[in-house]
């Protein structure tokens, strides 16, 4: 079964500065899609990065940014220019690509989130 | 956004009661999905449906029941509610002929079970 870790509960960061978020996972599949989700305080998930593993070039959403390493199995969220309204969770989350295979394959898995403070 | 909502909101409701969550889209997408939200558990997936009473499970069915009778509305089911099913629970849709896998959340229903 494919896992997702992310292995900072917390992290804190001042505004405007830049702050990195990990996630790793463990597949034994070849093409997969990779997200970053955000969870404000209102609970609505969001989504605001998608990366394709047969893709080389990192993906980039204006201050987001993936640094998508496959070999290593890694895939850190960027965010540049922290402002107060990125303050949430972050939830990182796989999904192989394929013909469906039922099983609950179909579903994304999700990492355990990491909270993103940012210090005015 | 995409147009997902999800009824109700919020609800109360003591063990050993049936419960149903309802979950509505008018984007047309194929592909439904509902997920409990815990603290230190991210999201899990307990059901999901890809098409008209088309239905399989995911990691955390155990108690739950989903029924598709039309293509907008997914319904979950809780035919005895426990404590331990006390969570959020989000819908999401998904199209994959249009999009890269990507699914979009309803706006989550907070459960208590007491």
């Known amino acids: 079964a494919q896992t997702v870790t992310q292995s900072q509960p917390e992290m804190s960061v001042q505004e405007a500065e830049t702050v990195t978020l990990s996630c790793t996972y463990d597949t034994s599949e070849s093409d997969y899609y990779l997200f970053w989700y955000k969870q404000p305080p209102s609970r609505q998930m969001i989504l605001v990065i998608r990366?394709?593993?047969?893709?080389?070039q990192n993906a980039t959403e204006n201050r987001f940014s993936v640094n998508f390493q496959k070999a290593a199995k890694s895939f850190s969220l960027k965010i540049s220019d922290s402002q107060l309204g990125d303050a949430a969770m972050y939830f990182c989350?796989?999904?192989?690509?394929?013909?469906?295979?039922?099983?609950?394959?179909?579903?994304?898995?999700f990492g355990k989130g990491t909270h993103l403070i940012i210090q005015p | 956004d995409a147009g997902i909502t999800q009824s109700p909101r919020h609800k109360v409701t003591e063990t050993g009661t049936p419960v149903t969550l309802r979950c509505h889209q008018t984007?047309?997408?194929?592909?439904m999905y509902w997920y409990r939200q815990d603290p230190g558990h991210g999201l899990r997936l307990i059901h999901y449906?890809?098409?008209?009473?088309?239905?399989d499970k995911g990691e955390v069915s155990d108690g739950y029941s989903v029924s598709r009778s039309k293509t907008e509305d997914f319904l979950l089911t809780l035919e005895s509610a426990t404590s331990s099913q006390t969570s959020v629970y989000f819908c999401?849709?998904?199209?994959?002929?249009?999009?890269?896998?990507?699914?979009?959340f309803g706006p989550g229903t907070r459960l208590t079970v007491t």
């Open positions: 999401a849709i998904s199209d994959w002929a249009t999009s890269s896998y990507e699914q979009y």
């Open positions: 990366q394709e593993a047969y893709k080389q």
């Open positions: 984007e047309n997408h194929r592909y």
């Open positions: 989350a796989y999904r192989p690509v394929g013909v469906y295979s039922g099983g609950g394959a179909d579903g994304l898995t």
């Open positions: 449906s890809y098409g008209v009473k088309d239905t």
